[in-house]
């Protein structure tokens, strides 16, 4: 498993070569998500990053990720640098998650995350 910084900076290298940003709400929901589907994939055996998740008022959130990013504020985050190697099939699932969920702002993946 990974720190959810370095899944984070995954999706800041993906959205920098399309020419876009993410912000700080768009890097909790989509790490939390790429995080489900490894879930999904491994029949709950594995996630994808090693930090807790809290239910927060808009959504899943990961504490270290929010102090990481909070001063970031409503803005976009420059790339961030990863710590860590990440391997091909896990780059594989945050690649499918960024060209599913990538376009949402964070507000839509924020509803996206309360749906049943």
Not at 87 to 95: L, P, S, T
Request: net charge neutral; aromatic share 10%.
């Amino acid at each position: 498993m990974y720190s959810a910084k370095d899944i984070a900076a995954l999706f800041t290298e993906l959205a920098k070569k399309k020419g876009r940003y993410l912000t700080h709400m768009q890097l909790q929901k989509l790490t939390y998500i790429a995080h489900g589907f490894k879930l999904a994939i491994s029949g709950g055996q594995q996630g994808l990053i090693s930090d807790p998740v809290n239910a927060w008022k808009f959504g899943p959130v990961i504490p270290s990720l929010y102090h990481d990013l909070k001063r970031f504020g409503n803005g976009y985050v420059p790339e961030l640098n990863k710590g860590m190697q990440i391997a091909n099939e896990d780059v594989d699932i945050v690649q499918a998650v960024y060209d599913t969920y990538g376009h949402l702002d964070g507000v839509s993946l924020s509803e996206l995350t309360h749906r049943n």
